[in-house]
């Protein structure tokens, strides 16, 4: 089986200071790993994805992840907050056996930002 | 930026009631999904569909639901009987190859009286 642990339900952070949310997996096989982010009252967005290759993964506004297989962590940083990414962030495993077709989500980790 | 398009976005019906909500995917495409999230819970995975078949399903996908591609743009997620349970918002998402990330809607927020 697989899932993920998201460590946090809140993350309070001032304007201008790093974000750091963190997620460990538990994959029985070679796992995708993707960090997505819910707007109020939107869809699921991509911020970015890891899928066997470099293991520290960029993404869009200035978000990164570090895959790390000894800590079975994924853990999504930022330097330097922004009151637009106020929102939920959610960790995700696939698994290649499956065609990674089978999204499985964590709990989910709201980030409030303050000025 | 191409986008999963989901209507209605908000769908109201009565319990016991058949009720389909719609996507319209990403025009190139292969693969489709359908994901619901009951309040204040975990998105999951509901199913996902190639080749106008189900290629996997979780245990909550029982025989009161059915997905359909119509024609060559939608595709349906149907219930046939709701229960107050069905409450949630459920997510369209498509990819174009099985190991690419997937691409997802707005939501439609399903109520259940």
């Known amino acids: 089986a697989q899932s993920v642990t998201q460590l946090d339900s809140h993350v309070s952070v001032s304007e201008g200071t790093p974000v750091l949310l963190r997620c460990n997996y538990s994959?029985?096989?070679?796992?995708?790993l993707f960090w997505y982010v819910q707007h109020p009252n939107k869809g699921l967005q991509l911020l970015l994805k890891?899928?066997?290759?470099?293991?520290l993964v960029k993404g869009i506004n200035g978000f990164e992840a570090e895959f790390k297989k000894s800590e079975t962590s994924f853990h999504l940083t930022k330097p330097s907050a922004h009151m637009s990414d106020a929102a939920e962030y959610f960790c995700?495993?696939?698994?290649?056996?499956?065609?990674?077709?089978?999204?499985?989500f964590g709990t989910g980790t709201r980030l409030l930002v303050s000025p | 930026e191409p986008e999963v398009t989901q209507t209605p976005s908000h769908q109201v019906t009565q319990m016991g009631q058949e009720v389909i909500l719609r996507c319209v995917p990403i025009?190139?495409?292969?693969?489709f999904y359908w994901y619901r999230q009951i309040l204040g819970q975990k998105v999951e995975f509901l199913v996902s569909f190639y080749n106008n078949e189900i290629s996997e399903k979780s245990e909550i996908f029982d025989d009161q639901f059915s997905v359909e591609r119509p024609d060559g743009s939608n595709f349906t997620l149907k219930i046939r009987s709701t229960k107050l349970e069905d409450s949630a918002m459920y997510f369209c998402a498509s990819s174009d190859r099985e190991n690419q990330p997937q691409h997802f809607g707005d939501g439609t927020r399903l109520s259940i009286l």
């Open positions: 995700v495993v696939s698994r290649k056996d499956t065609g990674f077709q089978k999204l499985v």
């Open positions: 025009s190139n495409h292969l693969y």
């Open positions: 890891y899928t066997s290759a470099a293991t």
């Open positions: 994959s029985s096989y070679s796992p995708s």
